[in-house]
């Protein structure tokens, strides 16, 4: 099993980005896929999550209505699409994937490398 995370990189403050989670080597289709970020100094947090059979997702309350994650089956592919950043969004983002879905890191199996987002005041 493998996720790569891409899509990161530098954005200004009230910008998008929207990264990509790249899922080989499972049954996608069953697969639940979580979103999570650490910032510098800071635990990793979870942060959204889809649930690929269903199509069920879940962003925690304070990133609603600037954060969404929506999944490709066709692809293989989870996307987390970011708006209206702030400086407080700047981190590592990883993709990982669990048997079901939540957003508790403990559950998730396969990780990916991450992804820098640096977002600039």
């Known amino acids: 099993v493998q996720l790569v995370e891409s899509g990161g990189g530098l954005v200004q403050t009230g910008g998008s980005l929207k990264l990509s989670c790249a899922v080989t080597?499972?049954?996608?289709?069953?697969?639940?896929i979580g979103w999570f970020r650490q910032a510098p100094g800071k635990e990793r947090e979870g942060i959204a999550c889809?649930?690929?059979?269903?199509?069920?997702?879940f962003t925690i309350e304070s990133l609603k209505g600037r954060f969404s994650v929506s999944g490709d089956r066709d692809k293989n592919t989870v996307y987390l699409q970011m708006m209206d950043v702030k400086p407080e969004d700047t981190g590592t983002y990883y993709c990982?994937?669990?048997?079901?879905?939540?957003?508790?890191?403990?559950?998730?199996?396969?990780w990916g490398q991450g992804t820098q987002v640096t977002v600039s005041s």
């Open positions: 889809i649930s690929m059979s269903d199509g069920s997702t």
């Open positions: 080597g499972l049954n996608f289709r069953y697969a639940s």
């Open positions: 990982a994937s669990a048997a079901l879905r939540t957003i508790v890191a403990a559950y998730h199996t396969q």
